[in-house]
């Protein structure tokens, strides 16, 4: 396997998040927004598997939107990927991003978004911080529909796609329903390709957003060998309880 050179976590991370607070800081605050969300969870759902080893989690994400369409943060959430037997599992996600929004019509929006994953220790013994990037189409807050790669998914020299559409609907100003399903194209790095899907209702009051949330996947392709024991366990269907404090 050709050898692929790995970003150093030790140093880019800080450096990405040192030029974030930066540009920030110098930013016209008349032209911009800025977001803060903490939300506890009872599951890491992702993409047809658990990335908290159906685990509860924290996670908190920053976000600085300008009215350009320029927008940029933060995400950080715990993780636990089933591998504590090996030297030093990863703990920790953190995924810096970067990314526009064209306003195409007053309903339709187009998003495109650079997101890297950091993670603060190894995955089965391997390093696994990787890229990702996406494109995004909406309309209105109802329906969004995207599409994603990553050229070296995991770190394994391996490519992904995921393609994913999700609907919102408002029963009332404060409770809406909503929905999602994708399928993710994974198996030459985690084994298989996953079609995944959840339903849930989201009650907001004020700053509060309190989610349940019906989750269920399914494999569906035959298995691929592959050299990384990584191969997560398909997520029985279950319920993700979470609450969401933002600002």
Not at 66 to 72: D, L, V
Not at 211 to 222: K, P
Request: hydrophobic share 35%.
């Amino acid at each position: 396997m050709q050898y692929i050179p790995r970003i150093q976590t030790e140093f880019d991370l800080p450096v990405i998040l040192a030029a974030l607070v930066i540009f920030l800081s110098y930013s016209p605050r008349g032209n911009a927004e800025f977001h803060a969300t903490l939300t506890a969870a009872t599951n890491y759902f992702f993409r047809g598997y658990s990335k908290s080893d159906n685990d509860f989690v924290l996670q908190t994400n920053l976000d600085y939107e300008h009215s350009s369409g320029f927008y940029m943060g933060t995400s950080v959430s715990n993780v636990d990927f089933g591998d504590d037997p090996f030297d030093d599992p990863a703990n920790v996600e953190i995924a810096p991003y970067l990314g526009w929004t064209f306003k195409l019509t007053d309903d339709w929006r187009l998003d495109t978004q650079w997101v890297r994953y950091f993670y603060d220790g190894e995955i089965f013994d391997q390093h696994s911080d990787y890229n990702e990037f996406y494109f995004l189409l909406h309309y209105q807050d109802i329906f969004s529909a995207s599409a994603s790669f990553s050229e070296d998914y995991y770190n394994q020299g391996k490519a992904s796609g995921n393609f994913e559409l999700t609907g919102r609907y408002p029963i009332t100003d404060a409770l809406e329903i909503s929905t999602s399903m994708g399928y993710s194209l994974t198996k030459k790095v985690l084994e298989y390709d996953y079609l995944y899907w959840d339903l849930g209702l989201t009650l907001y009051y004020k700053f509060v957003a309190i989610d349940v949330r019906y989750v269920d996947a399914l494999e569906t392709s035959d298995a691929f060998e592959t050299t990384w024991q990584y191969s997560p366990v398909i997520a029985n269907p279950s319920y993700v309880f979470s609450i969401s404090i933002g600002f």
